[in-house]
Every structure is written in C-alpha cells, then in structure tokens.
C-alpha cells in the first residue's frame, strides 16, 4: 500500500508542478539535453518548448549558467552566439569565457552542431579559443548576421 500511495503522490506533485526536472522527457528530439538541477528550477508541469525557453532565458541572463548544460540545444546556443556578437560589437574585450563555453559543450558527441562547420573548426584547433572565435567572425550568421547585397527593385521615381 505504501509504494503505490508514494508513486501516486510523485505524480500528482510532477502533474501540478511541485516537482522539478532536469531533463526533456524520453522520446524528445532533445531528450539527451539534462542540466543541473541545483541552478536550474524547471516545473515540471512545463511542456518541452516552455522548459527551452525557460533555460535560453537563464542563459541569458547568467551566461556562464551555460556550462551546467549538457548537450546544449541549437536554441541555447544561439544565446551564447549572441552573446558573443554583442560583446565583439561593443566591446574591446574579446568574449573568450563564452567561447569557452561552446567549446566545451562540443567535447560531448550528442551536442547538435548550430552552426555548419562549427564542430569541424573546434576540433580542426584543438579547442583553441581564439582559432573558433575568428571562425565565428568569418562566419557571418553565427551572430544572427545575414550579409547581403542590396537588390534593386527596378522602380523608377516618377517626375525625375
């Protein structure tokens, strides 16, 4: 009697979101994805979607948060690459400590890779943290930078 009154109340109390979770549920595209449940307070009623938004929005608020993240999500990182970008924007301090955070979330096999090429130019340096910051600089879309021409529309200004 007492194990089946225990289980019951494990699951009300993750059905109502007393509980919390540091994983995405099995069977999820991201189920490898865990982080630490000591920084992290997930409810555990959230669905998949609002737990991703939650964690990007802890990223970015504490960045190194980053590194109690395993497997971090193309989403997640995205918000170290933002990072990245705006201090390479609007500061003179190159930003090495979140460099070093993407590095080292790509020593796990199951990291999905964000941006193509990324893994192979950590891997092709040996993690070296300034050979993968120049990669994201030559990379144009890793800060959310899209170069393109400018396109003509062909209009012409009427009176002139």
């Not at 991201?30 to 959230?46: E, K, M, Q, V, Y």
């Not at 690459?81 to 301090?93: C, D, K, Q, W, Y």
């Not at 192979?120 to 050979?131: T, V, Y």
Request: glycine share 8%; aromatic share 6%.
């Amino acid at each position: 009697m007492f194990p089946i009154l225990t289980q019951a109340l494990a699951y009300v109390s993750r059905v109502c979101g007393f509980d919390t979770v540091d994983s995405f549920p099995p069977g999820h595209v991201h189920a490898r994805t865990h982080w630490s449940g000591a920084h992290f307070d997930i409810a555990s009623d959230l669905k998949p979607d609002q737990i991703e938004r939650a964690l990007c929005e802890k990223i970015a608020n504490t960045p190194l948060i980053f590194s109690q993240i395993a497997n971090p999500t193309p989403d997640m990182q995205r918000v170290i690459l933002g990072m990245i970008g705006t201090r390479l924007r609007h500061s003179a301090a190159q930003p090495l400590d979140l460099v070093s955070l993407l590095v080292n979330a790509y020593r796990s096999p199951y990291t999905r890779e964000v941006l193509p090429g990324l893994r192979a130019a950590i891997e092709e340096n040996n993690g070296d943290l300034r050979s993968v910051l120049d990669f994201l600089g030559e990379s144009g879309s890793a800060f959310g930078v899209i170069d393109a021409a400018p396109h003509q529309s062909g209009l012409k200004l009427v009176g002139r």
